[in-house]
């Protein structure tokens, strides 16, 4: 461990189980000495095992589904209370669509359900920052981390309207960018991880041939929750300080290859 995070304190929303992305971010904060608040939305917080992440980092939980405005000016005035000032680091993992939940096709989606996915997605991104900007709650040279897929950028036909979403929730980053970085040298930047096996990864359909093809077109194979965890530790860290308003794809190369030999092999198969 290399202390990054010392001294550092921060809100970390979606942790879900142990295999949530969220959840290896939480633990690796911790090991590199920061201090955290965990959130999640309430109805999860009945479901899940936040109580375990929480003790073994020395943490506390404040429920906040993150759509409500209200919920999260609690959270952000609390977790200053607690932690005893501003934050440094803020992580945004949370997704969702009632589309996909409900086995809707992308070209016949229920539109009230269209409006809740981008709320939760992606709005929620806004709704953060919004409140994080508007009193004034991150220190300078803090660093704000959402994230993302690249069905934003191309194709995944199961990915339905995840894709939209996670376009949506990329133009945030760069759009809110801006103004965090031009008023307080704040950071704003999304993470574009591999296919994941994490609950809202598994709920994509046909994930798993999606993960092993995804791991057959990487050069360096698909990055795990673990590996994603150590790269926004790295966004968190004054390492990165000049480093905003990116998409940053950790993905093992995926998003930059046409073709590779694994898979051209099974198409030229006798
Ligand atoms: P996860 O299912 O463990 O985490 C999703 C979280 O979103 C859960 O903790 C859930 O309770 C939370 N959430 C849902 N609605 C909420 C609300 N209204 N308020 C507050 N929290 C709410 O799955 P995972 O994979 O760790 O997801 C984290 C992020 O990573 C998501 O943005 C996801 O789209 C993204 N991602 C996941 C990939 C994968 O293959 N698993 C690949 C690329 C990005």
Not at 1 to 30: C, P, T
Not at 83 to 103: A, E, P, Q, T, W
Not at 120 to 148: D, P
Not at 192 to 215: L, M, N, R
Request: charged share 25%; aromatic share 10%; glycine share 8%.
């Amino acid at each position: 461990m290399y202390n990054l995070l010392k001294g550092k304190k921060g809100i970390i929303f979606g942790a879900l189980d142990q295999n949530s992305i969220a959840w290896k971010v939480a633990e690796r904060a911790h090991e590199e000495g920061a201090e955290f608040v965990l959130t999640n939305a309430p109805i999860a917080l009945r479901m899940g095992q936040l109580k375990e992440l929480a003790e073994k980092t020395g943490s506390e939980i404040i429920p906040a589904d993150a759509t409500s405005m209200e919920d999260l000016t609690n959270l952000v005035e609390k977790s200053m209370e607690i932690l005893g000032g501003k934050l440094d680091f803020v992580l945004h993992s949370i997704g969702m669509s009632v589309n996909v939940r409900k086995g809707r096709a992308y070209t016949d989606p229920k539109y009230d359900f269209t409006t809740k996915g981008w709320d939760v997605s992606a709005v929620s991104f806004h709704k953060t920052m919004n409140v994080l900007y508007n009193k004034e709650a991150m220190n300078e040279w803090g660093s704000i981390v959402a994230l993302t897929y690249m069905a934003a950028q191309r194709v995944f036909p199961d990915y339905n309207d995840m894709a939209d979403n996670k376009a949506f929730l990329e133009s945030i980053a760069r759009s809110f960018g801006y103004f965090f970085g031009r008023d307080h040298n704040v950071r704003v930047n999304t993470i574009s991880q591999s296919p994941t096996p994490t609950t809202a990864g598994q709920g994509v359909k046909g994930f798993d041939g999606f993960i092993s093809y995804a791991e057959k077109m990487s050069p360096l194979g698909n990055a795990t929750a673990l590996e994603c965890a150590d790269y926004t530790i790295s966004l968190f860290s004054d390492l990165t300080k000049k480093v905003t308003m990116q998409n940053l794809f950790h993905d093992g190369g995926f998003s930059n290859v046409g073709v590779s030999d694994a898979v051209m092999e099974r198409f030229t198969e006798e």
